[in-house]
């Protein structure tokens, strides 16, 4: 069996809203092995995002255990998440994220510019993402010349561009018509085949479908 990548135990996460304390995350675990692709299922409010933002180090437990890699994340400090958000972790977004000033290079060229992992072979690199996504043809483009289809490509390039070892995905067809949307699964398929370790959140059966293993969550723990 593979090497475990993302291995999460009894995790809690709560927020202050008010006067009241709202319970997210109620004593989660979730192992992950490299390669795999996995999606998280569950209806809105039942804290897919909140387990996302955690593994992705954008937020920290209340308690629990995090390792990525083997390493405690909990024990990271700030500019080691951040070291790890930018050499570890692709983000996929329903809303795309791009910047809409620059071209699908220079937004695939982002993570570099916020890494120290800038060398010579990161143009490299840059085109041979936005090649795998099939937008070689639309390099130059601007996101409002482009499809929402091609937009979210876009999007998947700049997260596998600096090769991490774990994409995030976040709804990522929530924004796509039917048949966009599974050209978009098709390809976490295609990336996932040749190694690529995919965490997807949905609320859709359907989407979820395509993952090789679902896990449900509802209201903040795994059923």
Same mark, same amino acid.
């Given at each position: ?8 135990t009894?995790?809690f996460? &709560?927020?202050? %809203?008010g @006067?009241?304390?709202?319970? $997210?995350?109620?004593? %989660? *675990? ?9 999606? %998280?299922?569950?209806? &809105?409010g +039942?804290?897919?995002?909140? #387990?996302?933002?955690? !593994?992705?180090? !954008?937020d920290? @437990? ?5 390792? #990525? ?9 700030? =500019?080691? #998440? +951040? ?6 972790i ?13 071209? %699908? /290079? ?8 916020? =890494? ?5 072979s ?25 499809s929402?289809?091609?937009?979210q490509?876009?999007?998947i ?6 090769? @991490?070892?774990?994409? !995030?995905? *976040?709804?990522?067809?929530g ?6 949307g ?23 059966? &359907?989407?979820?479908? /395509?993952?090789?293993? $679902? ?9």
């Amino acid at each position: 069996m593979a090497a475990r990548l993302v291995d999460l135990t009894n995790v809690f996460k &709560s927020y202050t %809203v008010g @006067p009241s304390t709202v319970s $997210v995350l109620k004593n %989660v *675990d979730l192992s992950v092995a490299r390669g795999e692709f996995v999606a %998280v299922m569950g209806p &809105s409010g +039942s804290g897919k995002s909140t #387990l996302l933002h955690i !593994l992705g180090c !954008l937020d920290r @437990p209340d308690s629990g255990r995090y390792f #990525l890699d083997r390493r405690n994340m909990l024990n990271a400090t700030d =500019s080691e #998440l +951040s070291r790890t958000r930018a050499h570890q972790i692709g983000f996929v977004f329903q809303t795309f994220n791009l910047i809409h000033n620059l071209d %699908v /290079y220079e937004n695939v060229e982002l993570p570099f510019l916020y =890494s120290a992992r800038q060398n010579g072979s990161s143009e490299s690199r840059i085109k041979a993402a936005i090649g795998q996504v099939g937008l070689t043809g639309r390099i130059t483009h601007k996101p409002f010349q482009l499809s929402g289809g091609e937009m979210q490509r876009a999007a998947i390039a700049r997260a596998v561009a600096v090769d @991490p070892k774990l994409i !995030l995905a *976040d709804e990522p067809t929530g924004n796509l018509d039917a048949a966009t949307g599974r050209e978009i699964l098709n390809l976490f398929q295609a990336l996932n085949e040749k190694g690529a370790t995919i965490i997807m959140v949905t609320h859709n059966q &359907s989407v979820a479908a /395509y993952a090789r293993r $679902v896990m449900n969550l509802n209201d903040g723990r795994f059923e």
